[in-house]
């Protein structure tokens, strides 16, 4: 555990933050960094309104990725079904 009262760099910071992006642990990542899950956690609470807005334009991006390719996947199966019939 890091010594009570040290500062921790940005780029520390960034860099618990980002793991806890990824693992979605305190332990594991206060583990990682040698900090107390305390501060990992005081972390990641001040930093969930920005973790929160990029979490909400990703999931958008990827539901609008989704939805083209549905649309495309829907037109390919409908005309492949339609030659299918035709033979039927």
């Known amino acids: 555990m890091a010594r009570r009262g040290k500062k921790l760099s940005e780029e520390t910071r960034e860099g618990i933050l980002?793991?806890?992006?990824?693992?979605?642990?305190?332990?594991?990542?206060?583990?990682?960094?040698?900090?107390?899950?305390?501060?990992?956690?005081?972390?990641?609470?001040?930093?969930?309104?920005?973790?929160?807005?990029?979490?909400r334009q990703k999931k958008r991006e990827h539901i609008e990725r989704l939805n083209l390719n549905a649309k495309s996947w829907s037109r390919r199966t409908k005309h492949l079904i339609h030659r299918t019939c035709k033979f039927i």
């Open 18 to 55: 980002a793991h806890y992006a990824g693992c979605g642990n305190l332990t594991d990542t206060a583990k990682k960094y040698q900090v107390s899950t305390s501060t990992v956690h005081k972390l990641v609470k001040g930093s969930s309104d920005e973790f929160e807005g990029l979490r």
